[in-house]
């Protein structure tokens, strides 16, 4: 069995620096790792690639012979991709022995929330290859500051976790930087958790133009809060701490915790039950480690 990660998230948010952290921090507890970058649009990465998409096919060359945009071009990719899933299987196949998986996919949303073209490769690849993936689906942190964005964030979250039904997690990355995007409404625990949006409204009737859509917004926001599926860890790449933490969580979620253990079904329980480390106390360090109290906006 194969444990792995499938990297996801809007443009910018970090995935390929993510993916290139990631595969450090892995390599340095005793891991081996081999990162798939399936980005055809990714020409520059930071990371040596055990299997790159470019092999295969080519956003630029698919973009000039079709006349296609670049995301028409990318959809195009991930169903060429999907009809030539045995070309990827065969270059992960030297790799299942002992390796640990990491696959940087392309930052088009709609590939994850609408498109079926990129969960048919992945559930291929689990089906066939008997892999055990977790979703990471990377949010920059500085969607906190903008409500608007914020719920943005949220809903586009939700719908990818719905789409692509594997386990998940959220991670708001670039948490270094939150003090450089403005000032917080609220304490940080509140944009991981998830758990009462209606203190966003205020804040969103400050902007004429989220003021127009209130009641629109106040019903996304129901919806949110009815599937109750959203929450956020956060992430430093350059900590190790953070990482650390991050991998334990993830390690939970894909199983990979109870990969080579011999133990009753009372003490995998046991395990799975267990505390996580992401409780309000952990969030709490990432607060005071991050952000001054300036940051935060309590008289709005």
Known sequence: MVFGQVVIGPPGSGKTTYCNGMSQFLQLIGRKVAVINLDPANDSLPYECAVNIEDLIKLSDVMM????????????????????????????????????????????VELFSLHSNAKNVIMKLIK????????????????????????????????????????????????????NYGRLAFNLD??????DLS???????QDPRSAKYRKLTKELCGVIEDFGLVNFTTLDIQDKESVGNLVKLLDKTNGYIFAGMEASAVEFSKIAVGATDWDYYRVAAVQEKYMDDETLNFND
Not at 74 to 86: A, G, Q, R, T
Not at 199 to 204: C, E, K, S
Request: aromatic share 10%.
């Open 65 to 108: 012979e079709h006349s296609l945009g670049p995301n028409g071009g990318l959809v195009y990719c991930m169903d060429y991709l999907e009809n030539n899933i045995d070309w990827l299987q065969a270059r992960l196949a030297p790799l299942l022995k002992d390796h640990y998986l990491l696959f940087d996919f392309p930052g088009q």
């Open 128 to 179: 066939n290859l008997n892999l055990r993936l977790t979703a990471v689906h990377l949010v920059d942190a500085h969607l906190c500051s903008d409500p608007g964005k914020y719920v943005s964030a949220l809903l586009l979250s939700l719908s990818t976790m719905l789409h692509l039904e594997l386990p998940h997690v959220n991670v708001l990355s670039k948490i270094d930087l939150i003090e």
């Open 190 to 195: 509140f944009y991981t958790d998830v758990e």
């Open 199 to 205: 203190y966003l409204q205020h804040h969103l009737d």
